[in-house]
């Protein structure tokens, strides 16, 4: 069983945020020059380049941001590697690193052979995924006769 789930937005929302963050950099510029031109540049415009400049970075870079960094899912015989969203770390757990699997409520918590431990909380992902990861480690763990603990909170 193999589960390879691409979780990135399908909305274009990373082209609006782009789109956005240029608008604001570009009239913060165009203000800019207006008032060197008209030799009236004083310290509130420093005020209003830097609000629009701060608010075009920070859409720009989100925008950025979402492109390159996607949100994934995969289980398959081999490794798991999760990452739910664009702001987090991925991380990837090869099974012939893992030693225990344990359920907890929704959450797996897995313990690695070099005594470090990695929880899965399913409650990041849409019930379709969360779902679909269960269903994945279940069918894969019983595959490599790694046995499968419910713990009770």
Not at 17 to 33: E, K, N
Not at 111 to 132: G, P, Q, W
Request: one cysteine or more; proline letters at 1%; charged letters at 25%.
């Amino acid at each position: 069983m193999e589960i390879n789930i691409n979780l990135a937005d399908n909305t274009k929302k990373h082209l609006i945020h782009i789109a956005i963050g240029v608008v604001f950099i570009l009239v913060g510029l165009i203000y800019m020059m207006m008032k060197i031109r008209d030799k009236s540049f004083d310290q509130f415009d420093w005020a209003y380049l830097g609000f629009y400049g701060i608010i075009g970075f920070k859409y720009l870079i989100q925008g950025l941001i979402e492109i390159l960094r996607k949100a994934y899912v995969i289980i398959n015989n081999e490794k798991i590697a999760l990452k739910p969203d664009t702001s987090t770390k991925g991380k990837t757990i090869f099974w012939k690193d893992i030693l225990t699997i344990k359920q907890v409520g929704k959450n797996y918590e897995i313990r690695c052979t070099d005594n470090t431990s990695f929880t899965i909380y399913l409650s990041h992902y849409s019930y379709k995924v969360a779902d679909e990861i269960k269903l994945g480690l279940e069918t894969i763990a019983a595959e490599k006769a790694i046995l499968i603990e419910a713990k009770m909170n």
